[in-house]
């Protein structure tokens, strides 16, 4: 029995190929270049001269401090879990695998907002561990350690789950080889396992800066929006435009806007290195 052969998508006429691309870059417009141009186009609305002040200002400076802060605190230790958590996953058996991949998945399914309920649940002053805390003077809540503790909680699952389908799909072979030659664990990852997940890590690394960066919704329930204190960026600018300060408010959202657009370039320089791979 013949079976019936799949039909070439090169073939369909020229007009449907012209549609569907026009449809894509149509959407793409509308939803992507328009609002970025927005942005930037009210940002400059009241000249060069507002949005340096918007920028400059104290506590828009000390909001930029604290958001490069918190990535430069989540970043890395999202690095080292989501190394650790893929290698176990993709290279060992072991009871409580699923349980592992499912509560990596878990902030995916969480909004954010409750997701700083936790957070308050747990350390508010009526939480779980509230009084401890209270008497042995230590502060969580409306601090960096919450907005840290929440940052990480969102951003949990990028590096782990851009890894585990590269690990999963390269195999194990070339790493039992190195170790069957006698080299140690810890230098088969280096030299074997790292230079092959390379540019799936960065793209992940990329992925997680960029959300803690932007993260708003946790970081609003456990930061008590103290401004110059405890306000990052997002915060920041949610406040601004409460208080109908425009102009200052898309100056300072453009700085996010430039990271976002930043993240989209180097995601595509990185797919293109991952493609092959994959």
């Known amino acids: 029995m013949r079976h019936a052969a799949f039909a070439d998508p090169r073939a369909e006429p020229a007009w449907v190929r012209r549609l569907l691309i026009g449809v894509a870059l149509g959407f793409l417009g509308l939803f992507l270049v328009v609002p970025v141009a927005a942005v930037f186009a009210q940002a400059f609305a009241k000249g060069w001269q507002v949005y340096l002040d918007a920028i400059r200002d104290p ?78 003077g230590v502060r969580i809540l409306f601090a960096l350690p919450g907005i840290v503790l929440a940052t990480l909680f969102v951003t949990l699952p990028f590096v782990a789950r851009q890894l585990i389908p590269l690990m999963e799909a390269q195999g194990a072979v070339e790493e039992e080889a190195a170790l069957t030659l006698g080299a140690s664990g810890w230098r088969t990852f280096w030299l074997v396992t ?20 932007g993260e708003f919704g946790a970081v609003s329930v456990v930061s008590g929006h103290i401004r110059g204190k405890t306000n990052t960026i997002p915060l920041h600018v949610e406040i601004l435009y409460n208080e109908y300060q425009f102009s200052a408010a898309f100056a300072v959202a453009s700085l996010l806007t430039l990271v976002a657009l930043a993240t989209l370039g180097g995601q595509a320089l990185l797919e293109r290195r991952l493609r092959p791979r994959l």
Request: charged residues 10%.
């Open 194 to 213: 790292l230079p092959k997940i390379r540019w799936g890590l960065l793209y992940g690394v990329i992925l997680t800066n960029a959300r803690a960066m």
């Open 59 to 136: 506590i828009a400076l000390a909001a930029v401090r604290l958001t490069l802060l918190v990535a430069v605190i989540v970043v890395p230790i999202n690095l080292v879990f989501g190394v650790a958590a893929s290698w176990a996953i993709t290279r060992f058996r072991f009871r409580g695998k699923n349980l592992l991949v499912t509560v990596i998945d878990l902030p995916f399914s969480i909004s954010p907002v409750v997701s700083g309920m936790l957070f308050v649940l747990l350390f508010g002053a009526q939480g779980l561990a509230g009084p401890w805390l209270i008497d042995h």
